[in-house]
Each structure stands twice: as structure tokens, then as C-alpha cells.
């Protein structure tokens, strides 16, 4: 319901400002802030959402093939590393990146 009273325009503009101001706040929960924010998936190629994401997050916001990523692949290529590591019954959760009490498995594999 946040834009179903808007112009087609102004929802977009609504919503594109608001994923760059969610990932603004979820920078401030960092434990440090990062300067850059190297962006992958299709967001990536709207210039409205790179330009909102400097402007709002306060970040450098750079696409992934800037670094040498395949900004189509990324997700893909995280969702196989973390499949394999299921497989082998390893961690996928660690305290220092999301507060676990302990390195934690998890997953499941539908064959």
C-alpha cells in the first residue's frame, strides 16, 4: 500500500529511494561502516538506484565488474559455495558476521 495512490513515476521513484535508504541503515549495523558498496544483480545497471545509493547510503557505489565480479553471477555463484559447504556438513553462519553463538551448519538439500 505505500504506493498504490502514486503515479506509476512517482512509485518507482518512492520505491527505488527507499531500497537505497534501507541499505543505508543496514550499513549503520556494521560494526564498521564501509566507504564502498560494490553492487551486483540487476539494481546494478539502473542509474537512478546507483545514483540514490551514493547519494543516501553515503557510500562509493561502484558495480561488481569494477572489481573484476560477474555482477549476474554473484548470488548464484554464493548460493553454490554455501550448497557445498552444507554438503560437507560445514558452517555457513560464523558469530563475527551474523552474531551466532557458535560457527553454526544449516541448510538442506532437495534432491
Same mark, same amino acid.
Given at each position: 500500500?505505500?504506493?498504490?495512490?502514486?503515479?506509476?513515476?512517482?512509485?518507482?521513484? &518512492?520505491?527505488?529511494?527507499?531500497? =537505497?535508504?534501507?541499505?543505508?541503515?543496514?550499513?549503520? /549495523?556494521? #560494526?564498521?561502516?564501509?566507504? !564502498?558498496?560494490?553492487?551486483?544483480?540487476?539494481? !546494478?545497471?539502473? #542509474?537512478?538506484? +546507483?545514483? +540514490? %545509493?551514493?547519494?543516501?547510503?553515503?557510500?562509493?557505489?561502484?558495480?561488481?565488474?569494477?572489481?573484476?565480479?560477474?555482477?549476474?553471477?554473484?548470488? =548464484?555463484?554464493?548460493?553454490?559455495?554455501?550448497?557445498?559447504?552444507? /554438503?560437507? !556438513? %560445514?558452517?555457513?553462519?560464523?558469530?563475527?558476521? &551474523? *552474531?551466532?553463538?557458535? #560457527? +553454526?551448519? *544449516?541448510?538442506? %538439500?532437495? !534432491?
Amino acid at each position: 500500500q505505500l504506493v498504490a495512490d502514486l503515479t506509476l513515476e512517482d512509485g518507482v521513484a &518512492t520505491l527505488t529511494a527507499l531500497v =537505497a535508504e534501507s541499505v543505508s541503515k543496514g550499513l549503520d /549495523l556494521l #560494526p564498521r561502516r564501509p566507504h !564502498r558498496l560494490i553492487v551486483s544483480g540487476g539494481g !546494478r545497471h539502473n #542509474p537512478a538506484i +546507483m545514483g +540514490m %545509493l551514493r547519494e543516501r547510503a553515503h557510500v562509493d557505489a561502484v558495480v561488481a565488474e569494477a572489481v573484476g565480479w560477474q555482477g549476474d553471477a554473484t548470488e =548464484a555463484e554464493c548460493f553454490a559455495f554455501l550448497g557445498v559447504r552444507v /554438503l560437507r !556438513r %560445514l558452517p555457513i553462519s560464523f558469530p563475527g558476521t &551474523t *552474531g551466532v553463538a557458535h #560457527p +553454526m551448519t *544449516g541448510g538442506r %538439500l532437495a !534432491r
